[in-house]
């Protein structure tokens, strides 16, 4: 569904991402793993053409998405909850969602969409006249996906869901994210938090330092010492 | 993403400060050769029309020098600095201007000053201490706001001086053109003004101060976070500023006689703003091709602007046409190249930037 | 007291003519960070559209204002295609810069194309008529002035809390990538923001020629400096803070009219911006605006 070749990404003379390749088949839930600075959020901003590639190319569905800008790859099914949440927070639960649906013009099944978050997330059906600002972490960040779920995406891209979150709201949101694959959802997730996420992801890409050091099978990297060797050690062809 | 954002941050080039100084040195030596060699050949060879149009090309050059002080290093947009322009001429009109010219210009002036009268030199330094002391005045104030506050009160000086000048007939003769100031200053001053602000801005921009402004204008929190104290900076540069704009005001008083307040009003603050905006208003260098380009672009568009005739066609008088042709000009540099002709460079450093294109050879030997 | 009710309402109309200017100014500023100094320029748009169809022959005010409306709007369009897109994502330093150049091309367009001196325009001047409301004296003008602000801001509360694209609006005021994120346009919603902000100038600057019957290719700059301490003092992007600064400063300049006599005139502008830096000495973040460092994102 999504495929990344020989990505490269620069902010201006320093290199943040060297030749990194990565493909998501549908249905997958993938995940990108690495340390801090590692490239994983510059690559998922160049597959949403907030930053431009320095060389490489990205495909969706077939499509080369280079020459698309962000709000059409909205439009074409791909959609990304950024980092950090970034939920409107002058704006009321609805009318987060209502903006999540920004590319759709039926008002029916955006209605009944909102209604389908709502029964994903109950919090936010009691919040939905507060304000994005008043909610508290986790809230946020059950809107935050919300939204994005509101265009109807067929690839989800999740950056760091669990950042700065109490452990058993983590669970709260990782079950949410397991839950999100059976309704014909793919999924690209973010992820510092390696262990939680490798239980339940299908294949796994670790960055380190803007290259790609693993790719493969999520289930190979159970092993603590496999993981470690993953992120410190050498480049695995 | 935030690590490189921090790696980026750090990339500032990792000059030692000798290094440094001596390469401002080596600036402002360029800076003041140019200019007074430039200056001193027309003096020598041009019509008086030329000279004339140099003197005022190198007061306005003074302006856009005590503007790059504070707003090249400081990074807010300042409109008040032709209010400061303004108090440096009265100041030292009130002062120089003869007692028995007094008495047909201001006679009713307050304090008695219709009765005094100092020399040119005295008059000058009074006015720039004046100017400069009410440039720490208002700095007090200003050093307190940021970005666009901070332009709204520099607009504000400008509009209050203007309302005084315009106002206090008694003192500054109001809207009509106050008169008989001695004319104690000719090209020659002119362009050893010139030299020294140059040499001055030079300096300031390279000394401790004009680089932990800049960092500041860039980060200021992380300045801040270093110890560096922000506000006290942007006042030094504030004052530095004034002082010199009132330089050329007090200057062109002193050369041209006559001076107007409407000629120190909204149209000079552009027209100087706009001069430090092409040349690149966080270079000194800037500030001098700003004006060079300028005055001579505007006055190419002047002999249009009068009606000419073009083979056999006479062409109407289109007045406007240079002002058109500055908003046009701002605009385009402001999209394709923000940080304006010399983007932010001084000289030293685009003249090794040539010898490294050019000269390859000889460098690497 | 008479002389009071008579000046309240004359601050008030005021007021709402730079709440109007300084709305437009908060609405551009908060969605894309652009301190649009050449935002007075639209009133000299209005004025000089409305002069040349009058000099066509067009006599019906209403036609004339409805020309003056639609040419505004789409000048700021064309304005934010040509000039400001390209600057979109510079510093703001380099935004408020280029809106000063495009103002000069304005002002100096119209001194080109029309005339360096003022024209008439007298056809709004009917709206000067005195009407005598209990025992006072108002101009039906100022009962516009008032009536059709509140009218055009309860509108643009609705589009802002009632439409998808007002919301986006408000959205990108606080983030403009997860705006864009969202699947919304971000060159659909600038182009609103500059729709709506020459929409409201253009109301202003009917009111400001029906009160002097004249224009000149240098009648924005006051206004629109005017406009700019209006959203200072009420903080700058904030829409309500627009208002009430705009409001302030027309009682601000009702009272100096009455207080300073004919002779210190010239002082009155002056006194206002002494006002305004007294004002930001002790407040520097407005009257509404939240507390802001140097080095916030602010212009």
């Given at each position: 569904?999504?495929?990344?070749?020989?990505?490269?990404?620069?902010?201006?003379?320093?290199?943040?991402v060297?030749?990194?390749?990565?493909?998501?088949?549908?249905?997958?839930?993938?995940?990108?793993?690495?340390?801090?600075g590692?490239?994983?959020?510059?690559?998922?901003?160049?597959?949403?053409?907030?930053?431009?590639?320095?060389?490489?190319s990205i495909?969706?569905?077939?499509?080369?998405?280079?020459?698309?800008?962000?709000e059409?790859?909205?439009?074409?099914?791909?959609?990304?909850?950024?980092?950090?949440?970034?939920?409107?927070?002058?704006?009321?639960v609805?009318?987060n969602?209502?903006?999540?649906?920004?590319?759709?013009?039926?008002?029916?099944?955006?209605?009944?969409?909102?209604?389908?978050?709502?029964e994903?997330?109950?919090?936010?059906?009691?919040?939905?006249?507060?304000?994005?600002?008043?909610?508290s972490?986790?809230?946020q960040?059950?809107?935050?996906?919300?939204?994005?779920?509101?265009?109807?995406?067929?690839?989800?891209?999740l950056?760091e869901?669990?950042?700065?979150?109490?452990?058993?709201?983590?669970?709260?949101?990782?079950?949410?994210?397991?839950?999100?694959?059976?309704?014909?959802?793919?999924?690209?997730?973010?992820?510092?938090?390696a262990?939680?996420?490798?239980?339940?992801?299908?294949?796994?890409?670790?960055?380190?330092?803007?290259e790609?050091?693993?790719?493969?099978?999520?289930?190979?990297?159970?092993?603590?010492?496999?993981?470690?060797?993953?992120?410190?050690g050498?480049?695995?062809? | 993403?935030?690590?490189?954002?921090?790696?980026?941050?750090r990339?500032?080039?990792?000059?030692?400060?000798?290094?440094?100084?001596?390469?401002?040195?080596?600036?402002?030596?360029?800076?003041?050769?140019?200019?007074?060699?430039?200056?001193?050949?027309?003096?020598?060879?041009?019509?008086?029309?030329?000279?004339?149009?140099?003197?005022t090309?190198?007061?306005?050059?003074?302006?856009?020098?005590g503007?790059?002080?504070?707003?090249?290093?400081?990074?807010?947009?300042n409109?008040?600095?032709?209010?400061?322009?303004?108090?440096g001429?009265?100041?030292?009109?009130?002062?120089?201007?003869?007692?028995?010219?007094?008495?047909?210009?201001?006679?009713?002036?307050?304090?008695?000053?219709?009765?005094?009268?100092?020399?040119?030199?005295?008059?000058?330094?009074?006015?720039?201490?004046?100017?400069t002391?009410i440039?720490?005045?208002?700095?007090?104030?200003?050093?307190?706001l940021?970005?666009i506050?901070?332009?709204?009160?520099?607009i504000?000086?400008?509009?209050?001086?203007?309302?005084?000048?315009?106002?206090?007939?008694?003192?500054?003769?109001?809207?009509?053109?106050?008169?008989?100031?001695?004319?104690a200053?000719?090209?020659?001053?002119?362009?050893?003004?010139?030299?020294?602000?140059?040499?001055?801005?030079?300096?300031?921009?390279?000394?401790?101060?004009?680089?932990?402004?800049?960092?500041?204008?860039?980060?200021?929190?992380?300045?801040?976070?270093?110890?560096v104290?922000?506000?006290?900076?942007?006042?030094?540069?504030?004052?530095?500023?004034?002082?010199?704009?009132?330089?050329?005001?007090?200057?062109?008083?002193?050369?041209?006689?006559?001076?107007?307040?409407?000629?120190?009003?909204?149209?000079?603050?552009?027209?100087?703003?706009?001069?430090?905006?092409?040349?690149?208003?966080?270079?000194?260098?800037?500030?001098?091709?700003?004006?060079?380009?300028?005055t001579?672009l505007?006055?190419?568009?002047?002999?249009?602007?009068?009606?000419?005739t073009?083979?056999?066609?006479e062409?109407?008088?289109?007045?406007?046409?240079?002002?058109?042709?500055?908003?046009?000009?701002?605009?385009?540099?402001?999209?394709?190249?923000?940080?304006?002709?010399?983007?932010?460079?001084?000289?030293?450093?685009?003249?090794?930037?040539?010898r490294?294109?050019?000269?390859?050879?000889?460098?690497?030997? | 007291?008479?002389?009071?009710?008579?000046?309240?309402?004359?601050?008030?109309?005021?007021?709402?003519?730079?709440?109007?200017?300084a709305?437009?100014?908060?609405?551009?500023?908060?969605?894309?960070?652009?301190?649009?100094?050449?935002?007075?320029?639209?009133?000299?748009?209005?004025?000089?559209?409305?002069?040349?169809?009058?000099?066509?022959?067009?006599?019906n005010?209403?036609?004339?204002?409805?020309?003056?409306?639609?040419?505004v709007?789409l000048?700021?369009?064309?304005?934010?295609?040509?000039?400001?897109?390209?600057?979109?994502?510079?510093?703001?330093?380099?935004?408020?810069?280029?809106?000063?150049?495009?103002?000069?091309?304005?002002?100096?367009?119209?001194?080109?194309?029309?005339?360096?001196?003022?024209?008439?325009?007298?056809?709004?001047?009917?709206?000067?008529?005195?009407?005598?409301v209990?025992g006072?004296?108002?101009?039906?003008?100022?009962?516009?002035?008032?009536?059709v602000?509140?009218?055009?801001?309860?509108?643009?509360?609705?589009?802002?809390?009632?439409?998808?694209i007002?919301?986006?609006?408000?959205?990108?005021?606080?983030?403009?990538?997860?705006?864009?994120?969202?699947?919304m346009?971000?060159n659909?919603?600038?182009?609103?923001?500059?729709?709506?902000?020459?929409?409201?100038?253009?109301?202003?600057?009917?009111?400001?020629?029906?009160?002097?019957?004249?224009?000149?290719?240098?009648?924005?700059?006051?206004p629109?400096?005017?406009?700019?301490?209006?959203c200072?003092?009420?903080?700058?992007?904030?829409?309500?803070?627009?208002?009430?600064?705009?409001?302030?400063?027309?009682?601000?300049?009702?009272?100096?009219?009455?207080?300073?006599?004919?002779?210190?005139?010239g002082?009155?502008?002056?006194?206002?911006?002494?006002?305004?830096?007294?004002?930001?000495?002790?407040?520097?973040?407005?009257?509404?605006?939240?507390?802001?460092?140097?080095?916030?994102?602010?212009?």
């Amino acid at each position: 569904m999504l495929e990344i070749e020989g990505a490269s990404i620069n902010y201006g003379p320093v290199s943040a991402v060297r030749n990194v390749s990565l493909t998501v088949e549908k249905g997958e839930i993938v995940a990108l793993l690495g340390p801090n600075g590692a490239g994983k959020t510059s690559l998922l901003s160049a597959a949403m053409g907030l930053r431009p590639l320095a060389a490489g190319s990205i495909r969706f569905k077939g499509e080369d998405l280079r020459k698309l800008d962000t709000e059409t790859r909205v439009r074409r099914g791909l959609t990304l909850t950024p980092e950090g949440r970034k939920v409107f927070a002058n704006l009321t639960v609805l009318e987060n969602l209502e903006l999540g649906a920004a590319t759709r013009k039926k008002g029916a099944e955006i209605h009944h969409d909102m209604e389908m978050c709502f029964e994903l997330f109950p919090i936010l059906a009691e919040r939905r006249h507060q304000t994005g600002g008043s909610l508290s972490g986790g809230e946020q960040q059950m809107l935050a996906i919300a939204r994005s779920l509101m265009s109807r995406p067929s690839l989800l891209m999740l950056d760091e869901p669990s950042l700065g979150l109490a452990p058993r709201i983590v669970q709260q949101i990782f079950r949410l994210i397991r839950d999100l694959r059976g309704r014909d959802l793919t999924i690209l997730l973010v992820e510092q938090n390696a262990h939680e996420v490798l239980r339940f992801a299908d294949r796994a890409y670790v960055l380190s330092t803007g290259e790609c050091r693993y790719a493969g099978p999520a289930s190979r990297l159970h092993d603590k010492d496999a993981l470690m060797q993953a992120y410190i050690g050498e480049l695995v062809a | 993403m935030n690590t490189i954002s921090v790696a980026e941050g750090r990339r500032s080039p990792g000059l030692v400060l000798d290094a440094r100084l001596a390469g401002n040195a080596r600036g402002a030596l360029y800076l003041a050769v140019i200019a007074a060699a430039v200056g001193l050949l027309i003096m020598a060879f041009g019509s008086p029309f030329i000279v004339r149009l140099m003197a005022t090309a190198y007061i306005n050059l003074i302006v856009v020098v005590g503007l790059q002080i504070f707003m090249g290093n400081a990074n807010v947009v300042n409109i008040g600095h032709a209010g400061f322009m303004a108090l440096g001429a009265y100041f030292v009109a009130i002062f120089a201007t003869p007692v028995m010219m007094k008495a047909v210009v201001i006679p009713n002036a307050p304090f008695g000053m219709s009765g005094v009268e100092v020399g040119a030199l005295w008059a000058f330094l009074i006015s720039v201490a004046m100017t400069t002391l009410i440039g720490l005045i208002s700095g007090l104030v200003l050093v307190r706001l940021a970005g666009i506050a901070a332009t709204i009160l520099t607009i504000s000086i400008l509009v209050i001086v203007q309302g005084v000048l315009v106002t206090w007939t008694d003192l500054f003769r109001g809207a009509q053109a106050f008169f008989g100031i001695p004319k104690a200053v000719g090209p020659g001053l002119i362009i050893l003004a010139t030299v020294a602000a140059l040499v001055i801005a030079r300096m300031f921009k390279g000394s401790r101060a004009g680089v932990q402004l800049r960092a500041s204008a860039t980060d200021p929190l992380a300045a801040e976070a270093m110890g560096v104290d922000v506000k006290r900076l942007r006042l030094v540069a504030w004052v530095l500023g004034s002082a010199v704009v009132g330089c050329a005001g007090a200057l062109y008083a002193l050369y041209a006689g006559t001076i107007n307040a409407r000629a120190f009003y909204f149209h000079t603050a552009f027209l100087t703003l706009a001069m430090s905006i092409v040349g690149g208003m966080r270079s000194v260098t800037g500030a001098m091709v700003g004006v060079a380009l300028l005055t001579v672009l505007l006055e190419l568009i002047r002999i249009v602007e009068g009606g000419i005739t073009v083979f056999g066609i006479e062409f109407p008088d289109m007045l406007g046409l240079s002002g058109l042709m500055l908003g046009v000009i701002i605009v385009t540099v402001m999209c394709f190249r923000p940080d304006g002709f010399m983007g932010g460079h001084e000289i030293e450093e685009a003249i090794a930037a040539l010898r490294k294109r050019f000269g390859r050879g000889k460098d690497e030997s | 007291m008479e002389y009071l009710i008579e000046q309240a309402l004359n601050g008030f109309s005021i007021g709402a003519q730079y709440s109007l200017l300084a709305l437009g100014l908060a609405i551009v500023f908060s969605v894309m960070g652009l301190v649009n100094f050449a935002h007075g320029e639209f009133i000299g748009v209005a004025g000089y559209a409305m002069f040349a169809m009058a000099a066509m022959g067009m006599t019906n005010p209403w036609l004339l204002v409805l020309f003056a409306v639609v040419t505004v709007v789409l000048a700021a369009l064309v304005i934010e295609r040509i000039a400001f897109r390209s600057v979109r994502d510079a510093p703001p330093t380099t935004g408020l810069l280029t809106a000063f150049g495009v103002g000069i091309v304005l002002q100096n367009l119209f001194l080109l194309l029309v005339s360096p001196r003022p024209k008439a325009v007298p056809a709004l001047s009917a709206l000067n008529q005195t009407v005598d409301v209990w025992g006072h004296n108002f101009t039906i003008l100022q009962f516009l002035e008032v009536g059709v602000t509140a009218v055009a801001i309860g509108a643009l509360v609705w589009f802002l809390r009632g439409t998808r694209i007002g919301l986006a609006m408000r959205a990108a005021a606080l983030d403009f990538t997860t705006v864009r994120l969202m699947g919304m346009r971000a060159n659909r919603v600038i182009a609103f923001a500059f729709a709506i902000s020459g929409l409201l100038a253009s109301i202003a600057a009917i009111f400001f020629i029906a009160r002097r019957g004249a224009i000149d290719p240098f009648m924005g700059l006051l206004p629109v400096l005017k406009a700019f301490v209006a959203c200072v003092l009420g903080g700058f992007g904030s829409l309500p803070g627009a208002v009430i600064g705009g409001l302030l400063l027309g009682f601000i300049e009702v009272m100096l009219i009455v207080l300073l006599p004919d002779k210190l005139a010239g002082l009155r502008d002056a006194s206002v911006f002494l006002i305004v830096g007294a004002i930001l000495v002790f407040r520097p973040q407005g009257i509404l605006g939240k507390r802001v460092e140097l080095g916030d994102k602010t212009a």
